[in-house]
């Protein structure tokens, strides 16, 4: 679970007796990357990829000779998506590994419980989590780097004010992910001159949503949106099309690759979704400021694992915020890190352009998602 | 009003045959044994998994689901050779567990064969809705209604005009004065779990080209032909169907007419009504201990 250079352990013990004596001495010779992922379990689709993402990229780090010629350690703890579990790790990470900076918690529940920790400690910490919570109200210790639902569903919003549409039926899972969405959408809709005229539901391993859709026909909403992910939404898709319902649908972020095309098949066809240019990064303008970094992670990520998601996306781009934030700080003082965590500005990640403040953590803009619709199985860009 | 009303039916009559094949399950292994096999979701899982698996493999279609009920029955099989009947002689409520620890068993296996994604299954007979009144169906849909009547008339010759049949439910009653007859205990045991393994892995073809599959699917499931097996009264097998048929429409009506944010809260208290006013169930039988 945990890999550490036992050689390291005897400079941190030596470093521990020299600040244990007061002396004014740098904290170690390498900086410290801690993480807590829920690599196994359900939420794995998630820590999977971001815990590889991490590795292979701190590999190429060290291979190019560190940060400020010091090499990079990660040290790292499977959650198994456990929130309680992420706690306890957060507290090790903090008083037993004394890691300089904290890149993790796969998911919302993870983070917000280790959050206090994190406040308490003083410790850095970049979240790769979706929900809006973490970082509003700001907390000044964290910072995030995926986008949140809230965005998924102004982007959303938003082009369907573009089509002139104002009345939705929305439909969510009851997961988390379902959930939160769902709240998002509602408490956005009137900004958007949008009402909501349907506020359907179904249980995440439901198999059949012919029901809800019926209900929704039945209204007079012009369009459908759908917060959740997993078989859910292929599920909705593929029934709203047997119903012979007519609506153009609109998916979350959630659904955001090439499962969901696969699973929901040509019922797909016409949908459209908010999602990280790093789906298309091929079918990106070459004047794309984004386009460069997507495929050098593309294909570093692909050559060793397969095919890239976005969650591993989000992993790179809070590495690279707080090794950056590091470097520009020449020092890894845990308050000095977190104010150039905060400067970050115009840092090109896959998940957008960041540029944070001390009141934005994530610093995304909605423009950091595309919408993409899906024609002939495939996504292609929206203008 | 009433054009939606057919609809919901539609939909609950299709979803609550899936729920009525995996209560039928629970049901005849029950009948045999008196014991809840809580791996019965895990066959519907194995079944629509192993044809999944096969099909990329490019066996052809017909032939895939054949095998997988095949490799699903063995799997049952084995459950009863190398779990139950080595803890003959435990209680009851040890087998269930036995169960339940098979059921994590199989989850782990399947997670590990087939990995944590989720599967899609080509229909029986292609997409195109049909339109039956003021309701619209899936071909699939009526594949699974049409198979469901099909296994249970088949299930319900088997156990009333068959002598094997009769065999098996001479050991639920007494399985010692079965021995004594000359019923061989042990290979009735065995045939029920092929029989109820062989059963799921129909449903799990049935329902995966319409809600996916993936290495817990079963899960769900399980818990919802568990509840059509209580409802209709456990050890009827038409219990167990006139359960699952009840539960699935009242999820559907309860979806489309109440709220469907309520939809499984309130079957589930329907089913606590029911059991509370009649504890063995809606076709259960009375249970009665001599002294």
């Known amino acids: ?383 | 009003m009433f054009d939606q009303i057919i609809q919901f039916l539609a939909t609950g009559l299709s979803v609550g045959s899936t729920y009525a094949l995996v209560g039928l399950g629970f049901a005849i292994i029950y009948n045999a044994s008196g014991v809840v096999n809580f791996a019965q979701g895990e066959f519907v899982m194995l079944g629509a998994m192993s044809a999944v698996g096969l099909l990329a493999a490019g066996v052809p279609y017909p032939l895939a689901l054949l095998v997988a009920i095949l490799i699903v029955t063995l799997v049952g099989f084995s459950l009863n050779k190398f779990a139950i009947e080595p803890a003959r002689g435990a209680s009851v409520v040890a087998t269930i567990i036995i169960t339940i620890g098979a059921s994590i068993f199989l989850r782990g296996a399947a997670l590990l064969i087939w990995g944590k994604d989720i599967f899609s299954m080509p229909a029986f007979s292609g997409n195109e809705p049909i339109e039956i009144g003021a309701a619209t169906v899936v071909p699939q849909n009526i594949w699974i209604m049409g198979i469901t009547v099909v296994l249970v008339l088949l299930v319900r010759y088997f156990f009333d005009k068959t002598l094997y049949g009769k065999a098996i439910l001479a050991c639920s009653c007494n399985k010692t004065a079965a021995g004594l007859v000359g019923i061989n205990v042990k290979l009735m045991l065995l045939t029920s779990y092929g029989l109820s393994a062989a059963i799921g892995a129909v449903a799990g073809l049935l329902i995966a080209p319409i809600a996916f599959t993936s290495f817990d699917a079963g899960t769900m499931l399980g818990l919802k032909g568990f509840s059509a097996a209580i409802l209709g009264g456990m050890g009827s097998g038409m219990g167990a169907v006139a359960g699952g048929l009840v539960l699935g429409v009242l999820e559907s009506l309860g979806a489309g007419l109440i709220s469907s944010g309520y939809k499984d809260a309130m079957a589930f208290v329907i089913i606590l009504a029911v059991l509370f006013f009649k504890p063995s169930g809606l076709f259960g039988f009375k249970s009665v201990d001599r002294v």
């Open chain 1, 1 to 383: 679970m945990k890999k550490r250079n036992t050689g390291l352990l005897g400079i941190a013990a030596v470093t521990l007796g020299l600040m244990a004596v007061g002396a004014p001495l740098q904290a170690s010779e390498t900086i410290k990357v801690g993480t807590f992922l829920a690599v196994t379990g359900p939420a794995s689709f998630l820590g999977d990829p971001e815990l590889k993402t991490l590795q292979l990229y701190i590999e190429k780090i060290n291979a190019k000779g560190g940060i400020d010629g010091k090499m990079v350690e990660l040290i790292h703890y499977d959650t198994g998506g456990n929130a309680k579990d992420a706690v306890g790790f957060a507290k090790r990470l903090i008083k037993q590994d004394r890691v300089d900076v904290i890149v993790g918690g796969s998911t919302s529940g993870s983070t917000l419980a280790a959050m206090p920790e994190m406040t308490k400690a003083g410790m850095p910490f970049i979240s790769l989590a979706g929900s809006v919570k973490i970082i509003d109200p700001v907390n000044p210790w964290t910072f995030k780097t995926p986008h949140t639902d809230r965005m998924a569903a102004a982007k959303v919003y938003a082009d369907m004010k573009k089509r002139g549409i104002t009345k939705v039926a929305l439909i969510s899972g009851d997961g988390g992910f379902g959930k939160s969405g769902r709240a998002q959408s509602l408490a956005l809709a009137p900004e958007y001159g949008i009402t909501i005229v349907a506020d359907e539901s179904y249980g995440t391993k439901d198999t059949d949503m012919t029901a809800q859709i019926t209900t929704i026909r039945a209204s007079d909403a012009q369009a459908i949106l759908n917060f959740g992910f997993g078989s859910g939404p292929a599920i909705v898709t593929k029934n709203i099309r047997q119903l012979g319902v007519d609506l153009p649908l609109y998916q979350s972020h959630g659904v955001a690759s090439k499962k969901y095309i696969e699973l929901a098949g040509g019922a797909a066809e016409g949908v459209r979704l908010p999602a990280s240019a790093l789906l298309v990064a091929d079918k990106l303008d070459d004047s794309d400021p984004q386009k460069a970094v997507l495929m050098a992670y593309g294909t570093a990520y692909e050559s060793s694992f397969g095919p890239v998601s976005t969650f591993g996306g989000h992993a790179y781009d809070g590495l690279m915020i707080a090794l950056e934030a590091i470097d520009r700080a020449n020092s890894t003082d845990k308050t000095k890190v977190r104010d150039q965590i905060e400067a970050t500005t115009n840092f090109i990640g896959t998940g957008g352009i960041f540029n944070m403040s001390k009141t934005d953590h994530m610093g995304l803009g909605l423009d950091a998602f595309r919408m993409l619709e899906i024609r002939n199985g495939d996504w292609t860009l929206v203008n």
